[in-house]
């Protein structure tokens, strides 16, 4: 028993607690710069990965620095390492400057957050296209024009942000364009870059409405410029030209009930004998998207 209390009390008492801790304070300063250098390295991408890569190694060489200073009275060591600093510093400052420059109106935000954000885009990337169409926001009031059939050129590329428009054929209904739809996907969809042409609908506000706007050729150079906005921008128009034929197909009845579906195609063939195969086949062919469905409307409601 003797011993083993000899043994505890030598263990906790005489044990020299805290007496080199004191001599390695300048040594701790290098492993904490080392752990921030790792910490570091783990930062992820965007503007606020970004900032957690320079702000954590910006402290990494700072305490390389003290450590240099300190410790090593390295001059080489010291100045490397507040070089590295500085920059990280400057860094830091720039991309705080661009995350706070990278701000939008309310309206540019929320088509963000609708539609570009859950896709993936940065803000940086979004903002290119926001520059494209010059920061603005169209107004058109209700029952004004958008388009009129035969009479307005196709030089645009419009996207609804709130409001409702009515689009008509000969004066025929045929669908609505609601908010994060665009307005003339399926006339940009059927004209070549080099191309011109008119739009075979007319396009009216059914209340007062709010559209961005892309001039055409100012588009067709971004795209040129930058391919992924090129392919953002195809797999939009894709899937909104889908919608709208879609929206058509709910209205289109093809004898005794039967409803068209734009995707089987001989079916609807088969319900209509009367109309030749090859005639129907070269006028789908040589219509535009909108208007592949817009001729068999007015086919059904002519049966009618």
Known sequence: MGENASFWESLIYAHP????????VEGSIYHLASILFIVGFMGGSGFFGLLYIFSLLGLAFLCSSIWACLDVCAADIFSWNFILFVICFIQFIYVTYQVRSV???KEFQELYDALFQPMGISLTVFRKIVLCCDEEVVTLENEHCYAIQGKTPIDKLSLLVSGRIR?????EFLHYIFPLQ???SPEWDSLRPTEEGIFQVTLTAETDCRYVAWRRKKLYLLF???RFISRLFSILIGSDIADKLYALNDRVHVGKGLRYDIRLPNFYHLSVPERPKRQLAKKLLNSSPRQKLTNNTNC?????
């Open 17 to 24: 607690t805290c007496v080199t801790w004191k001599q390695e």
């Open 224 to 226: 040129a410029k930058y």
């Open 167 to 171: 689009v008509t054929v000969d004066g």
């Open 300 to 304: 059904n409601s002519s049966k009618k």
């Open 103 to 105: 701000a939008f109106d």
């Open 182 to 184: 665009f307005l003339d």
